[in-house]
């Protein structure tokens, strides 16, 4: 057995998250992990949209770009840390660009080496909850729940849509 079938057989049926904003390489990620077995949740290109796919799914890990659309994605890493989500930045953030209280997240540089991915959704593994007094909830806030959407709003509906071909 080669050592892409070993990363294949630990990736197949895992289901993780996948937050990036640039239509393309969301694509071809999704679809990378998609062909090697994974459920993929995603992908999302705001942390907005991130929390309503994410709801209180069992999550294998998740892959964020630390930059959507101008909004910094380390809430969510918060909210993942506290479920006990193992998380792999995918970013062309250099590391001391990183808020220094995430540098410890794994990071992959773009441009994205696929078979790299993969290696870093194999070693996915359940991590403890971080110790919070309560149980923490996506966070969603109330001005982007307003009646009308917004433009980041209807870009990640979209994007949605055309990705899952319901546009």
């Avoid at 990036?20 to 062909?35: H, I, M, P």
């Avoid at 410890?104 to 790299?116: E, F, G, M, N, R």
Wanted: glycine share 4%; net charge negative.
């Amino acid at each position: 057995m080669n050592p892409n079938e070993d990363t294949a057989s630990d990736i197949a049926g895992k289901c993780v998250l996948v937050v990036e904003d640039d239509y393309v390489l969301a694509r071809e990620v999704c679809n990378d992990l998609k062909s090697h077995g994974v459920h993929v949740l995603g992908p999302a290109p705001t942390v907005h949209y991130a929390n309503l796919i994410i709801g209180k799914r069992r999550l294998d890990g998740a892959i964020l770009d630390i930059k959507l659309f101008g909004e910094e994605v380390y809430e969510l890493v918060d909210v993942l840390t506290a479920r006990g989500v193992p998380i792999v930045f995918a970013t062309a953030y250099q590391d001391d660009r990183i808020d220094a209280r995430y540098r410890s997240v794994d990071t992959l540089h773009k441009p994205l080496d696929l078979a790299h991915l993969r290696r870093k959704v194999a070693a996915f593994r359940p991590q403890a909850p971080s110790n919070l007094r309560q149980p923490v909830e996506p966070v969603i806030r109330p001005s982007v729940m307003r009646s009308s959407e917004t433009v980041q709003d209807r870009w990640a509906r979209l994007l949605f849509e055309v990705m899952h071909g319901n546009a």
